[in-house]
């Protein structure tokens, strides 16, 4: 299923110190995304899929993989051949869980024979990977942002995974992506939920599966 949005920004710095107060994670004035939901700017048209908010930007493609109940499995975002893989999870209040998460991604990556290196970006450290596919190497960027309670993995793929200019656009849908995490207790590391919205999930229901 494929949804396309018209265009809308958002910018926000990245993580601010930890309150001693809250002990929270958080951003503090954030000025580019992601952002947390209680900080997003408003005034922006977004995709609701639950806990993540999808800034509508123009030429970008929202691809989405949902059960029948409307759960969704996985949010891709397209744009002149590159992609944009979002996931969004549970962290600790007091610190973030990129770092080790990008320890395990880099040993599976090489356990399946891709290269791999770490390299600093606009978050920090991220990972740039070349993996095998029977079509030749594929190129891979990892990001990670640790937010108050969440951890956002975005993976690059094909040429914005290399060429900044060629990932300029899925860039800006990542500075205005807002996560909403909700108060529910959750173990570190868990999916947060994702849903699409309403209307869209009861259209996905009475489409006619595809015919081969």
Known sequence: MVFSRGRGRGRHA???PVGPETDDLAPGNPTQGPYDVTEAPTGVRRLDLGS???PAIEGVEVRVQANPDGAIQQVVLANRGSALQLGVFAAPRTEGIWDEVRVEITESLRR?????????????????????TPDGGTDLRFVGIDGPRWMVRALFQGPAAVDPAA????????HGLVVNRGQEAKPV???????????????????????P
Do not use: I
Request: charged share 25%.
């Open 14 to 16: 990245q993580d601010g």
């Open 189 to 211: 590391r868990e999916p947060l939920p994702l849903r699409l919205p309403r209307e869209l999930a009861e259209q996905a229901r009475q489409s006619p599966p595809a015919t």
């Open 52 to 54: 993540l908010q999808v």
């Open 167 to 174: 990932a300029a656009t899925l860039t800006e849908v990542l």
């Open 112 to 132: 399946d024979g891709a290269t791999v290196r770490e390299a600093v970006g606009e978050y920090g450290p991220e990972l740039l990977a070349q993996v095998r």
